[in-house]
């Protein structure tokens, strides 16, 4: 079946600017995380969506990060001011166990 | 002291090498140890996946755990040009929590 799919691929915005970043997961995975991968620092942990729950925000790094999870399914992860700082791959993931299947990711570059 | 410390690399060896790949951590209240790769411009994928303390071998690959001294490593035989990718070392706390990794050791194995 179909895997973890996740647009855009690349995506270079001007500093300032808001990105909005989309996850498809495995149909009937439970749980959806995102991930930030920038060099340097490895996979940091953004967010994690479990069901019907209150999503686990404790990794965003600021006020400027947001996600929603729509109809159990479909994520979107939303980068409001973009700084620089904010140049990394965003990989996305979900899971029906222990094991996190992860997208391809999505590219970001603020310039 | 960091939660996991891995060596990030580039490891180089000849294809046929035995590789050796590790990562300490210090929180104690990891229970389950896991080995992704991950190709380049690709999401990681789970290779292995271990709970107990002691050795588990899958085909080429052996995942050992030391939990007295919080230190796991992933035994490769055999290296072959198409195991060339960077091996990140992850830690859930339970099973669909978040995944604590290490900054990965990127390997290159020549022909």
């Known amino acids: 079946g179909a895997g973890v799919s996740q647009s855009p691929s690349n995506k270079v915005t001007e500093k300032g600017k808001d990105v909005e970043l989309r996850c498809d997961p495995i149909s009937g995975h439970t749980a959806l995380y995102w991930y930030r991968q920038s060099l340097g620092q490895g996979l940091e942990f953004l967010i994690y969506?479990?069901?019907?729950?209150?999503?686990?925000k404790s990794g965003l790094p600021s006020d400027r990060f947001s996600a929603e999870r729509t109809g159990g399914s479909v994520s979107t992860l939303t980068i409001q001011r973009t700084q620089q700082e904010d140049s990394a791959v965003y990989l996305c993931a979900s899971t029906s166990s222990r094991e996190q299947f992860f997208g391809p990711g999505t590219r970001l570059t603020v310039l | 002291q960091k939660e996991v410390e891995q060596d990030p690399g580039p490891l180089s060896v000849p294809e046929g090498a035995i590789v050796s790949l590790n990562c300490t951590y210090s929180n104690s209240a990891f229970q389950y140890f896991m080995w992704y790769r991950q190709y380049s411009r690709k999401g990681p994928e789970l290779l292995m996946y271990t709970y107990s303390s002691g050795n588990k071998e899958d085909g080429r690959f052996t995942a050992q755990v030391d939990k007295s001294s919080k230190y796991i490593s992933l035994f490769i035989r055999d290296s072959q040009p198409s195991d060339s990718a960077t091996y990140l070392c992850?830690?859930?706390?339970?099973?669909?929590?978040?995944?604590?990794f290490g900054k990965g050791t990127m390997l290159l194995v020549s022909p």
């Open positions: 992850a830690f859930p706390l339970s099973g669909y929590s978040t995944l604590t």
């Open positions: 969506f479990q069901g019907n729950s209150a999503p686990d």
